[in-house]
């Protein structure tokens, strides 16, 4: 699994242009607002894969930032889960 | 009698999921998704994101057993700086550092150390969660 790192990193977008632009990957936001649900509402992409652990590892590159970990694809609807 | 705020949670499936922001003292902060655990003696954070905010896995509080689906595995305890959920905000809050499979579509469990804390009061029929303020 590749992680992609984002190399317009001063670019501020919404979280529906994120959803749009990385469908169905899992995306590390420098995040610039958030609502009171603390859902992103914009913010930059910093990184973007298919693999999550990919993105966790991203984490350690990120020190001192605000950042959100989202994934923008739909979870399975025969999924259950049992923990 | 204390105020009881509801909290709107995301459904996912027959889940309920809420999102959660965790810090470090170097002004780290880390967003993520936990699931809504009643089953869940203790709140669960990805290894990497504790590690992220400096917490040390290697020398823990302590370690705690854990009953998964899998079997018993041995988990760190971690004191992460703050921990942020439902309107709350704690400091120094204990989690077990613990990454869950990835096809659980979240990233850690909200369980019943921090459920119980906050007095909360889950809905399945609103998707809310009351906490006292």
């Known amino acids: 699994m590749n992680v992609n790192k984002e190399a317009t990193m001063d670019q501020t977008i919404s979280m529906q242009a994120i959803r749009e632009r990385y469908p169905g990957e899992w995306v590390l936001i420098a995040y610039t607002e958030l609502d009171e649900e603390m859902r992103v509402l914009q913010g930059e992409v910093i990184a973007h894969s298919s693999s999550r652990d990919e993105i966790y590892r991203q984490l350690f590159t990120v020190k001192g930032r605000q950042v959100a970990i989202e994934y923008t694809g739909e979870v399975p609807e025969d999924l259950a889960v049992v923990l | ?133």
């Open chain 2, 1 to 133: 009698m204390r105020l009881r705020k509801p909290y709107r949670l995301h459904r996912q499936g027959n889940l309920l999921v809420a999102r959660a922001a965790v810090g470090g003292i170097d002004g780290s902060v880390i967003v993520l998704r936990l699931l809504l655990d009643t089953g869940a003696s203790y709140t669960m954070l990805p290894v990497e994101v504790v590690e992220a905010l400096g917490c040390d896995t290697h020398h823990p509080l302590r370690r705690v057993r854990i009953v998964a689906a899998n079997g018993i595995i041995v988990a760190p305890v971690v004191a992460v700086p703050w921990f942020h959920s439902l309107g709350q905000r704690l400091e120094e809050c204990p989690v077990v550092a613990h990454t869950l499979p990835t096809g659980a579509y979240v990233d850690g469990l909200l369980g019943m150390d921090i459920l119980a804390r906050f007095q909360a009061t889950i809905s399945m029929s609103t998707g809310e969660v009351k906490v006292e303020q």
